[in-house]
C-alpha cells in the first residue's frame, strides 16, 4: 500500500524511544473499527485513554456512540469504501497509539449451522481491519472475536485463525492470542472472547491480564482451588444478581426509557454503574401476553420453555391455536440469581427470563451484565421486526442494531479496561527498560 506522505513522516517522526515514551507518559489515542455500540472502546475510556474516532456503518449504533461521545469522530461509513492511505488518514484525523476493533463474527460463530456460506463477507472484513493497521501503524492493535474462529475452518480446510493471524502478519509486530473469559474481569457475565494482540513496542510477549475475579465452583473436589484464588487477592465473579437487584421492579410492558432509580445501590457494582448519575435508561420490559407470563410462572432457575407442562407450551405459528411439538430449548432460559449471566448474545430479547420477575430481561439489565455503566445511553428501536420479514415487505432500508443488537453484540467494556491497564504497563516497563539502557550507556 502507498502510504500518504503526511503518514510517512509522522512515522519516521516516531522512533522506538518516543512511541513507548508516549504510552507512559500521556493518554493513548485509539481508534474504533467496527464500533458498534462502543463497548470496545469504553473500556480504554474507563482507563484513563482517548477514543478519538470510532467507524461504524450502522445508523442507529452509530446513533449510540454519537449520543455517549459528544468529543468523538463518528464516521459512518462502509470501511471497506476508504483504499488510499490519503482516504485513511483524512477520516480519522491523526495517527492513534492503538487500533482496536472486532469485525463481524457470524461467519465464525459456532452457533447456527456448522456448514458456513464461504462467500459471507463479514468473514473477509478482519482484511480490513489489518488493511488500517498497516496503514497507520499504531504501537499496538487489538482484535476481538468469538472462540469460534479457533476451530472453525476456511473452505479450503485452512484455519480461520491462521488466515487471520497471516494478515495482520508484519516485521515490525509481535502477534499473539488471548482467549478470555469476561467473568474473570468484573463482568457479571460467563463470556469467553479471542483477542488477536500485536505490538511494535518491542515486546516479545505481553502476557494475559492478571485476572482480578474468580468463578467459585460448588464441587467438593474445587473447594481448594476457590480458597488458593481468594488468597491470591482475587475476588468471586460478580453474579446476575450483583449487577441487576437494584433496578425498578417491572412487570410485562413497563417501564420508562428514562427513569428515576427506586432504591438505593445494593454492593460495589451496583454503586460503579450507578456512578453520580441520577436517571436511568432503557429500562422497560417488552409486552407479553397473559399465556405467556403465565408460561413463565412455571420456569424455574435454570430451566426454559422445554421444562413447562404440555399444555402451557408454545403454539405453533399459523397452526390455529395447535400446540408446538418443537423444543425451544434455548429460549426463556430463566436465571440464576447468584451466579455468573450466561453469554448475553445479539438477539437476547428472548433468550432469559428474569430470575424473580415474569418477563424477559430489559435493555439496561443487559447493558449491566454486559458492563455498561449507567449513565450509557442505548439509541434506536429496543428491537426489530426480522430480517425476512422486512425483506418480503421491502423495507431492508429499516434494517438497524437495536439497542438489545447493540447490547449483546458488544465488548463487556470492564473486560476491555483491563485489558488496556495491563498494556500500559507492559509498554511503561518496556519504556523504563530503554531508559534506563540509555542512561547507563
Not at 500500500?1 to 513522516?9: F, G, L
Not at 474504533?32 to 474507563?46: H, I, K, S, Y
Not at 432504591?263 to 401476553?289: C, F, I, K, S
Not at 420479514?389 to 467494556?413: D, T
Amino acid at each position: 500500500m502507498q502510504e500518504s506522505t503526511a503518514i510517512s513522516r509522522r512515522l519516521r517522526k516516531l522512533t522506538s524511544f518516543d512511541w513507548m515514551t508516549m504510552a507512559s507518559e500521556k493518554p493513548l489515542k485509539v481508534i474504533d473499527l467496527f464500533a458498534g455500540a462502543g463497548g470496545f472502546g469504553l473500556g480504554f475510556t474507563l482507563a484513563g485513554h482517548q477514543v478519538t474516532c470510532s467507524v461504524e456503518i450502522d445508523k442507529w449504533a452509530a446513533d449510540t456512540l454519537e449520543e455517549n461521545n459528544q468529543e468523538m469522530r463518528v464516521v459512518r461509513e462502509d470501511i471497506r469504501l476508504f483504499r488510499t492511505a490519503d482516504e485513511i488518514l483524512e477520516a480519522v484525523g491523526d495517527i492513534p497509539d492503538v487500533i482496536i476493533g472486532g469485525p463481524p463474527c457470524q461467519g465464525y460463530t459456532i452457533a447456527g449451522p456448522p456448514k458456513k456460506d464461504p462467500n459471507d463477507p463479514r468473514n473477509s472484513l478482519f482484511q480490513d481491519f489489518a488493511r488500517w493497521v498497516e496503514c497507520l501503524r499504531p504501537t499496538v492493535f487489538i482484535m476481538e472475536n468469538v472462540p469460534g474462529i479457533l476451530s472453525r475452518r476456511s473452505e479450503d480446510g485452512r484455519r480461520v485463525i491462521d488466515i487471520i493471524v497471516e494478515a495482520l502478519a508484519h516485521p515490525d509486530y509481535r502477534i499473539e492470542l488471548w482467549k478470555l473469559n469476561a467473568a474473570n474481569y468484573g463482568v457479571p457475565q460467563m463470556r469467553e472472547r479471542v483477542f488477536v494482540v500485536g505490538n511494535r513496542a518491542g515486546v516479545h510477549t505481553m502476557g494475559v491480564p492478571p485476572r482480578t475475579h474468580y468463578v467459585p465452583s460448588p464441587q467438593e473436589d474445587n473447594l481448594r482451588r476457590n480458597m488458593l484464588e481468594n488468597c491470591h487477592g482475587m475476588s468471586p465473579a460478580n453474579t446476575l444478581w450483583h449487577a441487576i437487584s437494584d433496578l425498578p421492579k417491572l412487570e410485562a410492558g413497563e417501564g420508562e426509557e428514562e427513569q428515576s432509580y427506586s432504591t438505593e445501590p445494593r454492593g460495589e457494582y451496583q454503586r460503579w454503574a450507578r456512578g453520580d448519575h441520577e436517571v436511568l435508561y432503557n429500562h422497560v420490559a417488552m409486552r407479553h401476553t397473559e399465556r405467556l407470563v403465565n408460561r413463565f410462572k412455571h420456569i424455574g432457575w435454570n430451566q426454559s420453555g422445554i421444562d413447562v407442562p404440555k399444555d402451557m407450551s408454545a403454539r405453533k405459528r399459523n397452526g390455529q391455536g395447535q400446540l408446538s411439538d418443537a423444543p425451544y430449548r434455548s429460549n426463556n432460559r430463566r436465571m440464576h440469581p447468584h451466579k455468573p449471566s450466561p453469554t448475553i448474545p445479539a438477539s437476547f430479547y428472548s433468550s432469559f427470563i428474569h430470575p424473580f420477575q415474569h418477563r424477559n430481561l430489559t435493555a439496561r439489565e443487559a447493558a449491566r451484565i454486559q458492563s455498561f455503566p449507567d449513565e450509557y445511553c442505548f439509541m434506536g428501536k429496543r428491537t426489530v421486526v426480522s430480517r425476512k420479514l422486512l425483506e418480503r415487505q421491502g423495507r431492508l432500508k429499516e434494517r438497524h442494531l437495536s439497542q438489545y443488537n447493540q447490547i449483546g453484540n458488544a465488548v463487556p467494556p470492564l473486560l476491555i479496561k483491563s485489558i488496556a491497564v495491563h498494556i500500559v504497563k507492559v509498554l511503561s516497563a518496556r519504556s523504563q527498560a530503554i531508559g534506563d539502557q540509555l542512561s547507563s550507556g
